[in-house]
């Protein structure tokens, strides 16, 4: 079996679900993804993020998400797709694509976590308890649909009860 996969570098971006572009699209560039989740205890009941990446990735998150966002926040049944461009490891080869499996890159399911935190801690969407239905992938930069050339997100948002209306 063969994979072709097609360099994001100079390709216009594609609709992702659906035919209808999304309600709102945030980039978040030059920053690295991380993975929110796992916690350490430090004493007398208080626990941190185990991962010093997870503030630097929602800051930058959430001041893309409000940056991107020109109305109220978006509310009712959510459809994300979130592609996230990781760093690829200099041990990795150069001449072709290579999938994002080790664990600098994060569990793709943690990286969720953090970035739907940051779009609602942004006022982006309602809460993300409203979203019903994800799309998301990792790849290395220029290696696939929607990467960016440095470490980033492209976030697409569909209000579906809006869909359902047309």
Request: net charge positive; charged share 25%; proline share 8%.
């Amino acid at each position: 079996m063969s994979l072709t996969l097609t360099p994001a570098a100079g390709m216009p971006a594609l609709p992702a679900a659906g035919t209808n572009p999304a309600d709102l699209t945030i980039v978040v560039l030059n920053h690295r993804p991380a993975p929110q989740g796992s916690k350490r205890h430090v004493g007398q009941g208080h626990l941190i993020e185990q991962s010093r990446r997870v503030k630097p990735w929602r800051a930058a998150a959430e001041a893309a998400a409000r940056a991107a966002l020109t109305g109220d926040p978006l509310d009712g049944p959510l459809s994300v797709e979130v592609a996230f461009t990781v760093r690829k490891p200099a041990s990795a080869p150069r001449t072709r694509i290579t999938w994002p499996t080790t664990r600098d890159s994060g569990d793709l399911d943690k990286l969720l976590r953090s970035t739907f935190d940051a779009l609602t801690s942004a006022g982006t969407i309602a809460d993300d308890s409203r979203i019903v239905e994800v799309t998301a992938r990792k790849m290395h930069p220029g290696e696939g649909l929607d990467a960016l050339d440095a470490p980033g997100a492209v976030i697409r948002i569909w209000q579906l009860a809006k869909e359902a209306t047309r």
